[in-house]
């Protein structure tokens, strides 16, 4: 027991530091205008759980949110709770790209600049209040402080040989170009001896270029506009930090429709590497070894947790999500404090049950990751 309360506790500490809190950010962000109708009540006049799948701002996630109406001060008023799963995509490679203008060649650099750009993933706790307002919408608040964890992206001063080619004659020359600290990429004007007076445009990006993770540490108070249609439908529009995003829902059923209980065997594939994984998984409504960090977990029966990950060198701990909306997410934490976290679609029928996913891994590698069902309890 006391492994796992370590574990966990990492869990928790990656997920709401550069992950869960900024998650959290995203569910609830400035208001943003939805239709004038006005909105059913998202308690059902007491308590109601949402299946939510949410897209925007270069994110995909995954919530269960109940909201339930719990508050006197207003009527109706009330307190939402429920807990998310975002999976931010990398793009395709993990390094940039490489000269348009030709072959790269070596070249000293010094100095250097950046861009950045952020990524959110992971698993954790959201809560807030809500209310309606004299529009009939649904509308509310969250204060969260939120760690970010980004990608900088370094372009160094240097100069490089490239290739170029003549494309009226296909003459091949070489040409030296420099760059700035800082500048990505070079668009110029080569002229040629022949034909005469011939000139043509190149574009050259910067070879010289290093990677690092970046953080950064804010306090966010945000709020929500949207509207619910009773036993049907909820849409909230959100804005954030990181852009607008939108979260769409269905009510979530009591009892879900696939059970992920059991022993999955899984295989991910990362920077061209493939490996596999074993995990068994469990519903937090049977049992949570966490019931410090996770008190009321086992209210939301779609979610699962596994302690026994292993893969070649390395175990990990995580949860895992299953949304009627035929997708499902997993969050793993290895035992060196990486963490992955994946969402994409899961197909079960009788010859078995499959995820298929991708996303991110500490710090910066996007990851496919796809897993079935072996062995259900």
């Known amino acids: 027991m006391d492994l796992m309360k370590t574990i966990l506790k990492k869990l928790i500490r990656a997920s709401l530091s550069p992950k869960g809190l900024t998650m959290a950010a995203l569910l609830v962000a400035g208001s943003v205008q939805t239709s004038q109708a006005g909105s059913a009540d998202p308690s059902a006049n007491g ?49 940039p790209a490489s000269s348009r203008g030709g072959n790269s060649g070596r070249g000293s650099s010094s100095g250097s600049g950046s861009q950045t750009k952020n990524f959110v993933f992971g698993f954790g706790a959201i809560d807030g209040t809500w209310q309606f307002n004299s529009k009939g919408q649904i509308v509310g608040f969250f204060s969260e402080p939120i760690n970010v964890t980004s990608t900088v992206t370094n372009y160094h001063a240097g100069t490089v040989a490239e290739s170029v080619t003549n ?24 002229a040629w001896v022949n034909p005469p007076g011939y000139t043509q445009e190149y574009t050259f990006d910067n070879p010289n270029v290093t990677l690092d993770a970046g953080s950064a540490e804010l306090t966010n108070t945000v709020s929500f506009t949207g509207k619910a249609i009773a036993d049907k439908s909820i849409v909230l529009m959100c804005n954030s930090t990181f852009g607008k995003v939108t979260y769409k829902g269905i009510p979530a059923p009591k009892v879900p429709s696939v059970d992920l209980t059991g022993n999955w065997v899984g295989s991910k594939r990362e920077n061209g590497l493939q490996m596999n994984e074993f995990f068994s998984l469990t519903s937090f409504a049977l049992d949570n070894p966490f019931p410090l960090e996770f008190p009321d977990i086992a209210d ?32 793993f934490f290895k035992d060196d404090g990486t963490m992955t976290s994946t969402i994409g679609n899961l197909k079960a029928s009788k010859f078995g049950t499959t995820a298929i996913t991708d996303g991110i891994e500490e710090p910066f590698n996007r990851v496919n990751f796809g897993a079935t069902l072996i062995d259900s309890n």
């Open 47 to 95: 308590s109601f759980t949402w299946d939510l799948s949410s897209h925007g701002a270069g994110q995909r996630g995954m919530a269960l949110i109940t909201f339930s109406n719990d508050l006197t001060s207003f009527i109706p008023r009330g307190t939402f709770r429920g807990y998310q799963m975002l999976a931010a995509v990398p793009p395709p490679t993990n390094s």
């Open 167 to 190: 494309n009226s004659t296909a003459e091949i020359a070489t040409v030296f170009i420099t760059f700035q600290s800082g500048q990505a990429s070079i668009t110029t004007n080569l």
């Open 300 to 331: 939301f029966p779609s979610l699962y947790f596994t302690t026994n990950g292993a893969g070649p060198g390395f175990g990990f701990t995580g949860v895992a999500m299953f949304s009627q909306h035929k997708s499902i997410g997993f969050t």
